[in-house]
């Protein structure tokens, strides 16, 4: 049996022959009898007019600016910009930037320690199962003695209710 050549042609586009395929059939390499690599996904005729739209868009936008007219917005860049402008309205609300930046810090460091002890602990040999045990049987107990009979229901959620506004008035 002799090898088959792989036939190519253009991209529709104007690609460089060679590039991609002929898709519609099975092209063989030279030689060894394996069957062809698929064409990229970003160099198919299907993907061109959606890169043509975004290039003509951002050309338009570029055309705008130098002429010193604003781009057009795009729906997520408004968005994020809202959400910008109220964060900066609650941050000069602050009055105590120093204690709220120190406490927003010192929060991602306890997080990232809390991950890091987790991580270790869950890469040990025993731990991860004997913990889940434990917690298993943590929320059976509490759900025993809290939350499956009813005078014990109602006195949980009062006692709830209670801490929540100790928190909330204080």
């Known amino acids: 049996m002799a ?24 092209a063989r390499s030279v030689g060894l009898g ?25 050309a338009r936008n570029v055309a705008a600016m130098a002429a010193g007219e604003p781009a057009a917005p795009i729906a997520a860049n408004t968005e994020l910009t809202e959400f910008i402008n109220a964060l900066k309205q609650e941050w000069d609300r602050i009055e105590d930037k120093y204690a709220v930046t120190t406490l927003a810090v010192t929060a991602t460091l306890g997080m990232w320690s809390a991950g890091g002890v987790v991580s270790a602990i869950d890469r040990l ?36 209710r209670e801490v929540y506004e100790d928190i909330v008035s204080g």
Request: with cysteine.
């Open 34 to 58: 394996l069957p062809a690599l698929p064409p990229l996904p970003g160099l198919a005729s299907h993907g061109q007019p959606r890169v043509a739209s975004f290039c003509k868009r951002l």
């Open 125 to 160: 040999p025993v731990i991860p199962g004997l913990m889940e045990a434990v917690g298993i049987g943590y929320t059976g107990w509490f759900a025993y003695r809290n939350l499956l009979f009813k005078p014990d229901r109602e006195a949980f959620f009062a006692k709830v």
């Open 3 to 26: 090898p088959t050549v792989a036939t190519t042609r253009p991209v529709a586009g104007g690609g460089s022959p060679g590039v991609a395929g002929d898709v519609g059939k099975a």
